[in-house]
């Protein structure tokens, strides 16, 4: 399991919860997840042994769809937290959605006797909120962050440790649109013998929308240094890398769910090369790769020398011949990408501007209409297209 290393989590999804009165058809608190003797997520918070706020947690999570219209499955999820934070009832739930085999973060508030899901957010792993760490928590006050019982110490973007109460730190002030890091310092379990020093998280930002979750795994910190100085609104926009390739279910595009392209790990970054428009002076091209639920993804990040806007081209999925849409502005180009070899030749309509030649490497401009591009191979001619419209 890739968020923890663990390998003998165990989750059994018919066992009661520890609050002995609740309701057989209420949610259990806390949550079924073991390492070794080590309960990852027991019930937490002022509230997990009220019974009255556990059934109205449930109602709320019951009567709750996602914006495709699928419900919980309440036996496989749980709550991880019910309390007063802010002076409101809070409460926030591990939810198993079967529908589209994804894990939810509903965050609930409470108002009187009932509760209300404020906000809900999709991670596309399964079960992936169970064996985490790290949840991000809406508030008021700033960003705040849910720890299971393995995290012995959690710092915040400042280099602080952060503070709290039944694992639930305290506000910290998270930027809209930057991404920063958290990073927490595991304790030694049946799974991490040594424990683990530094478990990095990127935090995309509170500008991050819902259903999108703003945590990203930083294991080697690769992900800090490429989207240092970058707009994660930006990357979150529709055509921007993170959210251009919408998840597609049968013959539907969803744009209501976490996009295919959102990431999840693996974030890098590596120069491509230098180019130079109109005798200016040279901006520089970097490939911004990641990898998502449906698999790896890059784009292109153009940085004009001049310290001008930062332009970005939607996601491409991995393929043998890279072919990015730029839309610098009153210049917009095609940035082509392939691994260079003797065997490899790359073929580009008529009378096309090669603005930047060179092996695993060329710059057009962009074609008024839609046109092919190819790569051959000593096996196999790989083809795509590049142009307006842009299908």
């Known amino acids: 399991m890739a968020a923890t290393g663990l390998s003998t989590l165990l989750l059994a999804a018919t066992a009661c919860g520890p609050v002995a009165q609740r309701q057989p058809q209420d949610l259990r608190v806390g949550y079924d997840s073991r390492d070794g003797s080590l309960t990852v997520w027991p019930p937490r918070g002022a509230l997990a042994e009220d019974t009255t706020a556990t059934t109205a947690v449930t109602e709320a999570v019951r009567d709750w769809r996602s914006p495709v219209d699928d419900r919980?499955?309440?036996?496989?999820?749980?709550?991880?937290?019910?309390?007063?934070?802010?002076?409101?009832?809070?409460?926030?739930?591990?939810?198993?959605?079967?529908g589209q085999a994804a894990s939810w973060l509903l965050?609930?508030?409470?108002?009187?006797?009932?509760?209300?899901?404020?906000?809900?957010?999709?991670?596309?792993?399964?079960?992936?909120?169970?064996?985490?760490?790290?949840?991000?928590?809406?508030?008021?006050?700033g960003r705040r962050y849910l720890t299971s019982e393995r995290v012995r110490r959690l710092v915040g973007p400042d280099g602080r440790t952060l503070s709290g109460t039944d694992g639930l730190t305290d506000p910290v002030e998270v930027p809209e649109c930057r991404a920063v890091t958290v990073t927490a310092t595991l304790r030694s379990t049946e799974s991490l013998p040594r424990g683990r020093a530094n478990d990095r998280l990127l935090d995309l930002g509170t500008g991050t929308a819902a259903p999108r979750y703003p945590l990203v795994r930083d294991e080697s910190g690769s992900g800090r240094r490429a989207l240092n100085g970058l707009d994660t609104c930006l990357l979150a926009g529709e055509d921007g890398p993170f959210g251009s390739i919408l998840r597609r279910v049968g013959d539907r595009d969803l744009p209501q769910l976490v996009p295919a392209s959102w990431p999840m790990e693996a974030l890098a970054v590596r120069t491509l090369g230098e180019i130079v428009l109109d005798g200016g002076e040279p901006a520089e091209l970097e490939q911004l790769t990641w990898d998502s639920a449906e698999g790896a993804m890059s784009a292109v990040v153009y940085r004009p020398a001049d310290g001008g806007p930062v332009v970005l081209s939607p996601a491409d999925r991995t393929d043998p011949l890279q072919v990015y849409e730029l839309p610098v502005p009153g210049r917009p180009l095609v940035v082509l990408s392939w691994r260079a070899a003797k065997d490899t030749t790359l073929s580009v309509p008529p009378n096309t501007a090669r603005l930047v030649d060179r092996p695993g490497l060329v710059v057009t401009p962009l074609p008024d209409r839609r046109e092919t591009f190819s790569l051959a191979a000593d096996d196999k001619t790989h083809y795509r297209s590049a142009g307006s419209p842009r299908t």
């Open 72 to 98: 919980a499955h309440l036996p496989s999820s749980g709550i991880l937290f019910s309390g007063q934070v802010d002076g409101s009832p809070l409460a926030l739930v591990a939810a198993s959605v079967p």
């Open 107 to 141: 965050q609930l508030t409470g108002d009187g006797e009932r509760y209300t899901v404020s906000h809900a957010t999709e991670y596309t792993d399964p079960g992936y909120l169970a064996y985490s760490d790290v949840l991000p928590v809406q508030s008021p006050g």
